[in-house]
């Protein structure tokens, strides 16, 4: 059980003074239908939650809010808390108009030429989410659930974290994230603070796949940050990235067509331009709506397409956004002249092409042009999602038809509408042609099909859905928190060794012994290692085996003189303590030449990939690579390596960023029992960090007095994990007291 506490910029309401008279009204904006519409229609579905509560920056004076305040609590299905404070104008200003819609709304929505990178804007910017967090932080439980919205606040996850490290906090970006080469543009320290901010987060959610995946790409750049598929490992913390493409209340929507009030409005309209078609659009006034690239179509399609003169009419509704900033008052100005442009071109008499509004429309006006219209014209440059052009098939009772830009969150969605490049005035023009001769029964098809993906995906299970997988990951970070060496973990292994005659310590060497380098040649051990390796060796009841997948030429040189035992290639070749050095494998290397070509090719496609030989095996390395590029490679060299050896006494090993081929019938698993039965201990410690770790994790599932340990994040077989390679040498000094310069657990 916990508190909900939904975090944005702007409060779901404003509150307007007319004398003494005040009035509240429901913000316009998607984030705010959808949070509302979730608490009207979940409130008997959600058992685990005790109170919810909307935390934003009040745009009304407190005097307002106390007129009001009571009222508004009892009638909605949340509690309201205002923050005011804001008595320095200019940082706001700076913080929302300069940082927030000067540089993160252009930039993000690709138009960087316009994104303004002044420091004072960024300095305002982190000032303000402080406020944020300095409010909320004395507010807030442990067991409390925070999901905080879009781009303004993206510094406040990590903010929030770092007074309240158990909180489950959730952040949804609802403007598209860029590709990497946009988002480098920004300065380093910025995005580095940014990525840093939302990955203060459990779980973080986009609209769609492609912005998942450039944040993704964004982090393991900018922050070094390792991923398994869309898990990322952060800070010693699991991190979840997902896409939640949200929806709409399709019920409330849909329903509509039993309104009278509506349907009345809707057949004024449709008499008020009987005999002809009607194509609308609702817009607010933004650069990223491309309002005159949708002029520019029309003026096209009527010079184009004659036979439509006299015939549609556009119903152009723009909502007034931003219109205190000179480039939004500027850019009104420019539209207005076009519009009257093309109706000065074409209009007669008795009929003029574009209806022009600019103003808000309240729901019942909307709904009503929803039904009466034939056609949605819903063409941005870029969006986020754009709800119009869900809210408008959701309402569709007749068939419409939604032209829709390809550009628009909405339209990985919405297949079945007739998508556009929103810049090419051709092909939008030949759309609302196409839209106007549509059949009756390809209308209804198209419409019948993206509504039942609505009502399937609906807002109610946008936010359910969304607050399921912050629990998931919760849970998840808590069964790993369950298996990570404590102290507790630490004495009994402690224990455990001393108490011990006879102990076996395998140990893994790239990513547990030594951290991973771009260059396999270049993690050469250090003298301190060395060192330490030798003491432990030395110790009369230790039997320490090196486990790696490297050569045995390169063991034999980095470790040759230590009293140990070498496995080379995943237990292809052995070299016990003392002994010359035992090759398991006697195929002759000839395969290679089959294998060698494919991965030269996949080479040649993945700048950055490199291939490694060793005398049994032959890997493709991909740590150096772009990271989506790399894997996705990966997994096509993956297909290809499994069709081209079957059959064959080969197998393909999926590692850490490298594709390993090598001969069946031996592993790591295979040669630690060995090792393992030969000696008989009475204490056993296995340590490592990859995929090929997990054959000893699982042979030694178990032995008694066994302990196995991976080294980092994901699905492991072994009994306990450490967070980071760092840690193994002070672990293993810890529980030797083998006197590790620099140990600290």
């Not at 000067?102 to 993000?108: D, G």
Request: hydrophobic letters at 40%; one cysteine or more.
């Amino acid at each position: 059980m916990s508190r909900l506490i939904i975090i944005s910029n702007r409060l779901p309401f404003s509150i307007d003074r007319e004398g003494d008279k005040i009035s509240v009204r429901q913000s316009s904006g998607g984030l705010v239908s959808a949070i509302k519409s979730y608490f009207e229609n979940a409130n008997d579905r959600d058992k685990t939650i005790t109170e919810k509560l909307w935390v934003g920056v009040a745009d009304f004076p407190r005097q307002d809010w106390q007129a009001v305040e009571q009222e508004q609590n009892e009638h909605e299905d949340f509690k309201v808390l205002p923050l005011f404070a804001f008595s320095d104008k200019q940082l706001y200003e700076d913080y929302y108009n300069g940082f927030s819609n000067s540089v993160l709304w252009p930039l993000f929505h690709y138009f960087s030429s316009l994104a303004e990178f002044k420091a004072n804007y960024f300095d305002a910017y982190i000032k303000v989410n402080l406020f944020f967090a300095d409010q909320l932080t004395p507010l807030l439980h442990p067991d409390d659930t925070i999901w905080i919205h879009d781009y303004q606040l993206m510094l406040l996850p990590q903010l929030l974290r770092g007074e309240n490290p158990e909180l489950s906090i959730g952040f949804f970006l609802h403007i598209p994230f860029p590709s990497y080469e946009i988002f480098r543009l920004l300065p380093t320290e910025w995005k580095k603070t940014l990525l840093q901010g939302i990955m203060g987060a459990d779980l973080i959610g986009f609209h769609t796949h492609d912005y998942v995946q450039h944040f993704i790409q964004s982090v393991k750049i900018v922050l070094g940050v390792d991923t398994y598929f869309q898990n990322l490992q952060y800070q010693d913390r699991l991190v979840k990235v997902d896409l939640f493409p949200i929806g709409v209340d399709f019920k409330k929507f849909n329903s509509t067509r039993n309104d009278p009030t509506i349907m009345r409005m809707r057949d004024d309209l449709k008499k008020n331009f009987e005999h002809k078609k009607i194509v609308f659009s609702v817009d607010r006034l933004d650069y990223t709506k491309g309002l005159m690239s949708r002029l520019m179509a029309i003026e096209y399609f009527l010079n184009t397409y004659p036979q439509w003169r006299e015939r549609v009419v556009f119903i152009l509704n723009v909502v007034p956004s931003r219109d205190t900033i000179k480039a939004y008052d500027d850019r009104k100005k420019e539209i207005e002249e076009k519009i009257g442009t093309v109706n000065g071109k074409f209009s007669t008499i008795s009929w003029q092409p574009i209806i022009y509004r600019y103003n808000h429309l309240n729901f019942t006006e909307l709904m009503a042009l929803y039904h009466a219209a034939d056609a949605a014209l819903v063409t941005p440059l870029r969006d986020g999602m754009n709800l119009v052009a869900k809210e408008y098939v959701a309402t569709s009772s007749e068939g419409g038809v939604l032209i829709l830009s390809e550009l628009a969150g909405a339209a990985s969605e919405l297949n079945e509408a007739l998508l556009v490049n929103p810049i090419d005035m051709v092909d939008v023009g030949g759309a609302i042609n196409r839209a106007l001769i549509m059949p009756e029964a390809e209308k209804r098809n198209r419409i019948t099909i993206m509504q039942k993906r609505l009502q399937d995906y609906d807002v109610v299970r946008w936010v359910g859905d969304f607050l399921e997988q912050l629990s998931i990951v919760k849970r998840e970070q808590q069964k790993f928190e369950v298996r990570v060496v404590d102290e507790r973990i630490v004495g009994m292994l402690k224990d455990q060794y001393e108490e011990s005659h006879k102990r076996c310590l395998l140990l893994d060497y790239d990513g547990t012994l030594a951290p991973i380098t771009r260059i396999p040649s270049q993690a050469i051990p250090n003298k301190q290692l060395i060192d330490f390796l030798r003491n432990l060796a030395a110790e009369d009841r230790n039997y320490v085996t090196i486990i790696s997948g490297r050569e045995g030429d390169v063991l034999e040189k980095w470790f040759g003189d230590l009293p140990l035992t070498l496995v080379a290639e995943h237990g292809a070749s052995i070299k016990k303590k003392g002994e010359a050095w035992r090759h398991e494998v006697s195929v002759a290397d000839k395969w290679k030449d089959q294998i060698r070509p494919l991965l030269k090719f996949f080479v040649n496609r993945c700048a950055g990939s490199f291939i490694e030989e060793k005398r049994n095996t032959i890997a493709w390395h991909y740590r150096n690579t772009q990271g989506g590029l790399g894997f996705t490679r990966s997994r096509e060299l993956l297909n290809n390596l499994t069709q081209l050896i079957q059959n064959s006494p080969l197998q393909v090993v999926d590692g850490n960023k490298v594709i390993e081929v090598r001969i069946s019938g031996f592993d790591k698993g295979v040669a630690v029992l060995k090792i393992v039965n030969e000696i008989s201990p009475d204490f056993t410690l296995c340590i490592g960090d990859d995929i090929t770790d997990e054959d000893m994790f699982k042979a030694l599932e178990q032995r008694t007095r066994a302990y196995t340990i991976k080294v980092g994040y994901g699905s492991t077989a072994a009994k306990y994990t450490i967070i980071s390679q760092a840690q193994v040498l002070p672990l293993l000094d810890h529980l030797t007291e083998n006197a590790y310069a620099g140990s600290q657990i």
